[in-house]
């Protein structure tokens, strides 16, 4: 299934465009996984991705944002074929490193996004994490929408972003509270990279989230939020009898 291009759409939203942090950045990508290990239990959330998502030999498996490649590398371990993709070449040409270092000849590059990737049909799984808040909020619709018609039935979608689920009565307590335990768990660099986050990026309320992938045709299985901050969504594409 192609997806819809920037040649065909001059209308649409160029996922290019450089918003937040440049991972286009030899240093940036270099320090990437020192950084998120600072606050994140990486390895964690792979455990909990691919316990979601009950992949076998047979299955095939698409990481929108695929970043350092972490879980694109664990999950070529178990299936049979997976993509890897972002926008940034970089970050594609160092996971490509990677996956030739591991001797994994499974994987599939693509320097796209989540509007122009040409997305395979009965796909099993997609995951996406901390990229989807680059779109606005009409552009999300559109890509959860492509995420959504690229998996068969009963095939499992897995989204973590940032996400507000703050009371705007105390939007500014909660947010100074969140950046400065940054700051204090994962150091000032940490913490200014949050602070240009939400005050340049795209990310959307808990409900409008939630709506958004209703509207998109999935069933979530499970939202839980952090922080007030990040949100992770255990979604199915289920069988029209079943929504």
Same mark, same amino acid.
């Given at each position: 299934?192609?997806?819809? @291009?920037?040649?065909?759409?001059?209308?649409?939203?160029?996922?290019?465009?450089?918003?937040?942090?440049?991972?286009?950045?030899?240093?940036?990508?270099?320090?990437?996984?020192?950084?998120?290990?600072?606050?994140?239990?990486?390895?964690?959330?792979?455990?909990?991705?691919?316990?979601?998502?009950?992949?076998?030999?047979?299955?095939?498996? @698409?990481?929108?944002?695929?970043?350092?490649?972490?879980?694109?590398?664990?999950?070529?371990?178990?299936?049979?074929?997976?993509?890897?993709?972002?926008?940034?070449?970089?970050?594609?040409?160092?996971?490509?490193?990677?996956?030739?270092?591991?001797?994994?000849?499974?994987?599939?590059?693509?320097?796209?996004?989540?509007?122009?990737?040409?997305?395979?049909?009965?796909?099993?799984?997609?995951?996406?994490?901390?990229?989807?808040?680059?779109?606005?909020?009409?552009?999300?619709?559109?890509?959860?929408?492509?995420?959504?018609?690229?998996?068969?039935?009963?095939?499992?979608?897995?989204?973590?972003?940032?996400?507000?689920?703050?009371?705007?009565?105390?939007?500014?307590?909660?947010?100074?509270?969140?950046?400065?335990?940054?700051?204090?768990?994962?150091?000032?660099?940490?913490?200014?990279?949050?602070?240009?986050?939400?005050?340049?990026?795209?990310?959307?309320?808990?409900?409008?989230?939630?709506?958004?992938?209703?509207?998109?045709?999935?069933?979530?299985?499970?939202?839980?939020?952090?922080?007030?901050?990040?949100?992770?969504?255990?979604?199915?594409?289920?069988?029209?009898?079943?929504?």
């Amino acid at each position: 299934m192609g997806g819809v @291009t920037l040649e065909n759409y001059k209308w649409q939203y160029d996922e290019n465009l450089q918003v937040g942090t440049d991972y286009n950045d030899l240093e940036e990508i270099a320090g990437y996984d020192e950084r998120m290990s600072r606050f994140r239990d990486v390895e964690g959330e792979i455990e909990d991705i691919l316990d979601f998502l009950n992949l076998d030999g047979s299955a095939t498996l @698409t990481d929108l944002g695929c970043g350092t490649g972490r879980l694109v590398l664990k999950a070529a371990e178990i299936c049979r074929e997976v993509s890897a993709v972002d926008v940034s070449k970089s970050m594609l040409e160092y996971v490509e490193n990677r996956s030739k270092k591991a001797g994994l000849i499974n994987i599939n590059f693509s320097n796209a996004g989540f509007l122009n990737h040409s997305y395979r049909e009965e796909e099993c799984a997609v995951v996406s994490q901390l990229a989807l808040h680059h779109l606005p909020d009409f552009w999300k619709m559109v890509a959860l929408r492509n995420i959504f018609v690229s998996l068969k039935v009963g095939g499992k979608f897995y989204l973590r972003d940032v996400v507000f689920s703050i009371p705007m009565e105390k939007y500014k307590q909660k947010i100074d509270g969140f950046l400065k335990w940054t700051e204090e768990s994962a150091g000032e660099e940490n913490a200014a990279n949050y602070a240009r986050h939400i005050k340049q990026e795209y990310s959307t309320f808990d409900w409008i989230m939630e709506e958004m992938l209703y509207r998109a045709g999935f069933y979530i299985e499970e939202a839980q939020y952090s922080d007030s901050m990040i949100a992770v969504y255990k979604c199915v594409k289920p069988r029209s009898m079943d929504f």
